[in-house]
C-alpha cells in the first residue's frame, strides 16, 4: 500500500507506507546412508517447521 500527498503544504511531499511478508517453511533432512549402504534414504535427522513475519 502507497499513499503519496502533494497538497498538504507548498514544496512538501508526504509519502507512507505498509510492507507484509510471511514465509512457511517445511524442512526435513536424512542421513544418505543405511547402514553400510550409501546413497539411500536413511532415518529422519532435521524435522523442522518455520514461520517468519515481517512488517515495515
Same mark, same amino acid.
Given at each position: ?14 509519502? $507512507? ?12 533432512? @536424512? ?5 553400510? @549402504?550409501? $546413497? ?17
Amino acid at each position: 500500500m502507497r499513499w503519496l500527498n502533494k497538497n498538504t503544504l507548498p514544496n512538501l511531499t508526504l509519502i $507512507g507506507g505498509v510492507a507484509f511478508d510471511r514465509e512457511n517453511e517445511d524442512r526435513q533432512g @536424512y542421513n544418505n546412508f543405511n547402514g553400510t @549402504y550409501l $546413497g539411500v534414504k536413511g532415518k529422519l535427522r532435521r524435522n523442522e517447521n518455520c514461520t517468519s513475519l515481517n512488517l515495515i
